[in-house]
């Protein structure tokens, strides 16, 4: 039976997450930690030049030595990604025994889950895989939406996180919401962005632009 992953975005924030390997496959998997919030601890003999530094700017935590049995303990997530096929089968080994979840670079299919390619843009986060059949693919992909999403959209989902909340801080009523909410979409705030025409909104033009289009909507 064909193998099916299930597409979840998981909260990492202040929960231990451990890389075995300091290698470059080691390294990509750190770089899409890095603003998850998540304690990273590195357990390998050596490290790339970039996890050193990370490892001196305290972003990381590193345990300069090989994985032992009973290092995944209090893990709630677990990369093991070294040169090594039967370290790689221990660590997924022990992760499955103490409840948490593995990645293993060189047999994804092991573990629990794999890591797809992001395009991130400040609050947006688009997630391409292809459930591990052509890593190639999906980084040509990846590539396109890297440039048909552009910087503008982080600026363009600030202005849109910014007005929900004074929606939802202001507005009681779920239909008014609603209508608030699809009408906000309606904006040609992307144009304006690209235009170099916009400023986030103060809370006076945002309550002012919520205030004048709840009219009609009684």
């Known amino acids: 039976m064909e193998q099916a ?3 979840i975005w998981l909260d990492c924030s202040g929960r231990t997450v451990i890389i075995i390997g300091g290698g470059p496959v080691a390294e990509r998997k750190v770089s899409g ?12 003999p050596t490290m ?5 530094q990370l490892a001196q700017l305290s972003e990381v935590s590193w345990i300069q030595r090989p994985y032992r049995q009973g290092d995944l303990r209090g893990a709630f997530l677990v990369y093991t990604a070294t040169n090594h096929a039967d370290i790689n089968r221990q660590v997924v080994k022990e992760a499955k025994e103490t409840g948490a979840l593995v990645n293993s670079a060189d047999e994804p299919r092991s573990g629990d889950f794999i890591t797809p390619s992001v395009v991130r843009r400040g609050r947006m ?8 059949s052509s890593p190639g693919a999906v980084a040509r992909i990846a590539q396109q939406l890297e440039q048909e999403y552009g910087d503008e959209y982080q600026v363009y989902f600030d202005f849109l996180h910014q007005i929900r909340q004074t929606i939802l801080s202001r507005i009681e009523d779920p239909s008014k919401r609603r209508h608030l909410l699809r009408k906000v979409l309606e904006l040609n705030i992307l144009d304006e962005i690209r235009e ?3 400023e986030l909104w103060s809370d006076e ?3 002012n632009w919520i205030a004048d289009n709840q009219e009609g909507n009684e």
């Open 5 to 7: 992953y299930v597409p």
């Open 33 to 44: 930690l890095l603003n998850s919030g998540a304690n990273i601890t590195i357990i390998s």
């Open 48 to 52: 790339t030049e970039r996890l050193l």
């Open 125 to 132: 986060s688009i997630a391409v895989s292809a459930s591990g």
């Open 196 to 198: 170099g025409r916009f």
């Open 205 to 207: 033009q945002r309550n």
